[in-house]
């Protein structure tokens, strides 16, 4: 028996977002942090620099290795990528190149969450009261509309700016996830002209999850999908016939489903024989320390999506099991469970973020109007004040007023010289004045439409983003980056020659070996008999004279970071062959 609807949308609150204003507004988001900065520590200069030694040739392009010893990440696909465009645009510098294919990602991953939302719309079952004499929502527009306010969502959640814009196997991973969800949806649409392209989408999809070392998630989240869609196949549209699946398949008897099936069975067979498909790693419980530390991670990394996807599961419980909400929610599930079992509990949490959007949106037909207001004026002073701080901030540093500020500055980032960049002022500024007026139209007296809750929000969570890639660039490329440590380490080694590297991490060989400039080569090595000079990990030099002969090496030097003193370096120099 098919449950009321809870959503009474009229025609008038699903007019269209202008797609010029979405387009700039992704745009604005997208680029800042892909452009005009370093790799920042830690993973995402470890990544890079995996990419540079693919490029390089000196890994192989199936067991992605840095000085020979194999990385902890076991998909080469994201690897690949970078090393590609580092070969293909060898006129431009390494770490601009490998951003291009991950600012591809980013953009990929808000175009399938908006079709996600889109086609779960359109799904009977969530669309909204039909009134006794018309004037409900369009099916069309009112998919159109809680797309916009998807896409909103995913871009307002906090925990998306700063890992989505960083060259890692995360990003790819959230790419492959967002896209996955989007297939599933397109294969939930009943009526789909195109279910071909569904379900290659979807082998697409699945492939490279697993070849971006997440074959288990792949293959959890996957069969979930596939366990609903095949559960709800005919309660989409009683009325549509059973060849609206097959109508342009080459095998008119083979349901979408089972071709998606094949292919998962397929990719996780293919990637197992191949060594992709690691055993699964038991965890431990978490102690009541992790697990207040995790549900404050759950509350801010997700936020303002999780109210909204509360209000959504309560106003929504009677389509628990239709496709709109079983599909995010086992989507969100998914990555929720993975994120707490593990190590890196923010990076797990993020692929939950385009499912997390997605039950968002449903939210909004349902959202009383005063709720709406409490989150708007939430959001106003929430955003405004983060935005003041960054400016205060910006002008202590290069006027020196305030000068408390100033003096923070200087205590936290002993050694940075602010210089005052006009084209990151002027963007700054711009964006500024767009929130501004943002505002204005904001608290305008307009008619409704579904996604004007999600504005601010989006638009607040992009112009902070922005402020700290242009106001605060120059000041987080000097406190994130190893760049400063390794041109210090640089000019104190042996020119022309070798450098033994001990116990390094590989975000700091990477770092040495971009920025630095140096030619490492690890201890045990045949070539440690040809380097001059000497880095070494602090961490490990209790045991240092069990893998070198400290009586050819004197000490000379130990280089900290200037923004922490607890990460240093030590420096030695050869004093006997």
């Not at 697409?204 to 697993?210: G, K, P, Q, Y």
């Not at 965890?283 to 207040?292: A, G, I």
Request: hydrophobic content about 55%.
């Amino acid at each position: 028996m098919n449950q009321p609807t809870p959503a009474i949308v009229t025609q008038s609150a699903v007019r269209r977002l202008p797609r010029i204003a979405l387009i700039l507004f992704c745009v604005a988001y997208v680029l800042p942090g892909f452009l005009g900065r370093e790799p920042w520590k830690n993973a995402d200069v470890s990544a890079f620099g995996v990419m540079l030694e693919m490029a390089a040739g000196h890994s192989g392009w199936w067991n992605p290795q840095v000085l020979g010893v194999a990385v902890e990440e076991s998909g080469p696909l994201p690897y690949w990528l970078g090393a590609a465009f580092i070969r293909l645009l060898p006129f431009v510098s390494p770490d601009f190149a490998v951003r291009i294919p991950f600012a591809l990602l980013l953009a990929l991953t808000l175009v399938c969450t908006w079709y996600t939302v889109y086609h779960l719309a359109r799904q009977p079952a969530a669309q909204p009261v039909a009134f006794a004499f018309g004037g409900e929502a369009k099916p069309t527009d009112y998919a159109r509309a809680l797309a916009d306010a998807g896409l909103l969502a995913l871009v307002a959640c906090l925990g998306l700016a700063q890992l989505s814009h960083e060259t890692t196997p995360d990003l790819a991973r959230l790419a492959w996830v967002s896209l996955l969800l989007f297939s599933a949806a397109r294969l939930a649409h009943a009526r789909s002209r195109h279910p071909v392209r569904g379900v290659l989408t979807w082998g697409v999809a699945v492939v490279a999850l697993v070849f971006s070392g997440a074959p288990w998630i792949a293959g959890l989240l996957a069969s979930g999908l596939l366990l609903i869609l095949w559960l709800s196949r005919r309660d989409n549209d009683p009325d549509a016939p059973q060849s609206d699946w097959t109508q342009e398949t080459p095998a008119s008897t083979l349901h979408p489903l089972l071709w998606a099936t094949v292919l998962l069975v397929a990719a996780f067979a293919g990637a197992a024989f191949i060594g992709l498909v690691p055993e699964p790693a038991l965890q431990t419980p978490l102690s009541e320390v992790q697990w207040r530390s995790w549900t404050k991670l759950l509350v801010w990394f997700t936020w303002p999506a999780w109210p909204l996807v509360l209000w959504t599961l309560w106003r929504w419980r009677h389509q628990l099991l239709r496709p709109h909400v079983a599909l995010p929610l086992w989507a969100v599930l998914v990555s929720v469970a993975d994120s707490a079992l593990s190590d890196e509990r923010d990076r797990a949490l993020l692929l939950a973020l385009p499912a997390l959007s997605a039950l968002a949106a449903f939210a909004l037909p349902t959202l009383r109007r005063s709720v709406s207001a409490l989150v708007d004026w939430f959001t106003l002073v929430f955003f405004s004040g983060c935005a003041l701080v960054i400016w205060v901030i910006w002008v202590a540093m290069q006027t020196g007023v305030p000068a408390k500020p100033a003096a923070n500055v200087a205590r936290l980032a002993p050694g940075f010289v602010p210089e005052f960049s006009f084209v990151l002022f002027a963007l700054g500024a711009i964006a500024t004045a767009a929130w501004l007026w943002l505002v204005a139209w904001r608290a305008g007296q307009h008619r409704q439409a579904l996604w004007k809750s999600l504005v601010l929000p989006a638009a607040g969570s992009t112009l902070c983003w922005l402020l700290l890639m242009t106001l605060w660039l120059p000041l987080l490329d000097f406190g994130r980056s190893y760049g400063p440590i390794s041109r210090r380490i640089a000019s104190l080694v042996t020119p022309q020659s070798c450098v033994l590297a001990d116990s390094l991490s590989q975000a700091q060989i990477a770092a040495l070996q971009y920025h630095g400039g140096l030619e490492l080569v690890r201890t045990g090595s045949s070539d440690e008999g040809r380097c001059r000079s000497l880095i070494a990990s602090p961490e490990h030099q209790a045991t240092l004279d069990q893998r070198i002969d400290l009586t050819q090496w004197a000490f000379k030097a130990t280089v900290r970071r200037l923004t922490d003193n607890k990460e240093s370096l030590l420096v030695f120099q050869r004093v006997s062959r």
